[in-house]
């Protein structure tokens, strides 16, 4: 599994169809991606991992703070083409994203332990598979891949 991580000022997720709209302060976009070997053990280490990545600044403009730590909100976003491989050719080759069912029951999961640790009013998600518009004003920029220990 991979996120990567976006510590923003605001964060928001619009979908057309169906219509739906999510949106953030200071926080965390987390951008998820999921392969085919991936288990609920690599899910559970990455959400964790996640809330615990010492991003923000403290009093002194060190990046010493969490996004636990600041009781910062997340907006968690499906993300499969974060396992598109360019190596070869001009188009990226996804077949090792993990195919709906599993990456839908993963995805679900990563953002269930996410609430578990942040509190349900501290998360907002989009629609996992469906065509969404992110909007994503970096803060720092400060961008950060994190990946499972798989």
């Known amino acids: 599994m991979r996120a990567l991580l976006q510590r ?8 057309k ?3 739906h709209k999510a949106e953030i302060n200071k926080g965390l976009v987390i951008l998820l ?11 559970d280490y990455l959400a964790t991992k996640v809330l615990n990545q010492r991003i923000f600044e ?15 909100e997340v907006l968690i976003v499906s993300q499969f083409t974060l396992y598109g491989e360019t190596k070869k050719g001009n188009r990226p080759d996804f077949t090792s994203a ?17 609430k578990e640790e942040l509190g349900e009013n501290f998360v ?16 720092g920029p400060v961008t950060i891949l994190v990946e499972s220990k798989n």
């Open 58 to 72: 403290d009093e002194n403009g060190k990046m010493n703070l969490s996004v636990k730590d600041i009781k910062g």
């Open 98 to 114: 993990a195919k709906p069912p599993l990456a839908t029951g993963l995805y679900n999961r990563f953002v269930e332990k996410v």
């Open 17 to 19: 169809e169906p219509v």
């Open 33 to 43: 991606g999921i392969k085919n070997e991936d288990t609920q053990v690599e899910c």
């Open 124 to 139: 907002k998600t989009g629609i996992f598979g469906a065509m969404m518009s992110v909007k994503i004003i970096n803060d």
């Open 8 to 15: 923003c000022s605001e964060g928001g997720v619009y979908i």
